[in-house]
Structure formats: structure tokens, C-alpha cells
């Protein structure tokens, strides 16, 4: 059975990833996660900003998936990936913030930039390539699944 070796960037909870692995969750339970768990930890108005501009996205168009690519990006500061290892929560959360505003500066302060690196099976029904070297997931990568966790340097 061939493996692929695939690349997930984000800013996250490291110690958290080496636990849980990657896991699959829609729009809406990311979000109430992150309100439940970081919101005793925000600015004043920052959780105000992110329920309000939530609230009028469609929030679960979307099958929910994981995002992975086939190539490291050796460099960090690449746009492709700058604003994923910058700023806290994936798309999911951070694409209604820049970095240099106060939600922004908020996702900063938690986690730290990481690179996880995972093989899973070229034959997985699971798993749809895109092209340009890109993959999406439909499913939970175990611990068991996730090569290593390197950590990569802050952007900010």
C-alpha cells in the first residue's frame, strides 16, 4: 500500500495536536469551541467581533475537511502559508481578522506556528487531490498517523 507523505500548516496548541492528532470538525463546532474556550482570554469587544461577523456566513456550506500539501514550504514567509501559521484557529476562524488588527493580534497570542507532517494511504477513499500539489481530507488523522510536529518560526 503506497503512503503519501502530506504537509498541514497551522497555528495551534502543539501539545494538543501530539494528543488528539488532526481532527474533523464543521464550521459551527470549531467556532463555539473557540468561543468556549478562549473567551475568557480576549480583549474586551474581540469575542463581540467574531459572533457578529460569523453570524452572517453561511457557516456550514462546506463538508468539512482537512487541508494538507504534498510539498514542505521551506519557507515560512511564504504567502501561502503566512497567514495559516500567523494567526490561531485555521480559516475557519482567522479569515474575518488581518494580523495587525486587535482579533488578530488576539489569535496571535495563542499556540504557536507548526508544521505536521502525516502519512496516510494514496488509496483512501478519504482523501481527494486537487492539484497544485494539494489535498483535502475527509476524516480525523489519528496521533498514530502524524509523522512529527516540527515547529516553525513566529511570523508576527
Known amino acids: 500500500m503506497k503512503k503519501l507523505r502530506l504537509y498541514h500548516y497551522s497555528r495551534a496548541i502543539k501539545s494538543e495536536l501530539e494528543a488528539q492528532g488532526l481532527l474533523l470538525k464543521s464550521t459551527s463546532e470549531w ?30 456550506s462546506a463538508e468539512p475537511s482537512l487541508w494538507f500539501v504534498e510539498n514542505r514550504h521551506l519557507d515560512v514567509s511564504s504567502c501561502s ?12 476562524i482567522n479569515m474575518c481578522t488581518d494580523p495587525d488588527d486587535e482579533p488578530g493580534l488576539f489569535l496571535q497570542s495563542i499556540g504557536s506556528p507548526v508544521e ?17 500539489g494539494e489535498y483535502q481530507f475527509f476524516g480525523n488523522i489519528p496521533p498514530c498517523e502524524v509523522i512529527r510536529i516540527n515547529d516553525l518560526p513566529n511570523q508576527t
Not at 116 to 132: C, I, M, P, Q
Open 31 to 60: 467556532r463555539a469551541l473557540f468561543i468556549e474556550r478562549f473567551s475568557h482570554l480576549a480583549p474586551e469587544g474581540v469575542m463581540d467581533y467574531f459572533v457578529r461577523v460569523w453570524s452572517s456566513e453561511d457557516m456550514d
Open 81 to 92: 502559508i503566512k497567514y495559516l501559521i500567523g494567526m490561531y484557529g485555521g480559516e475557519v
Open 116 to 132: 505536521v507532517v502525516v502519512e496516510v494511504s494514496a488509496n483512501d477513499h478519504r482523501l481527494r487531490k486537487l492539484g497544485n
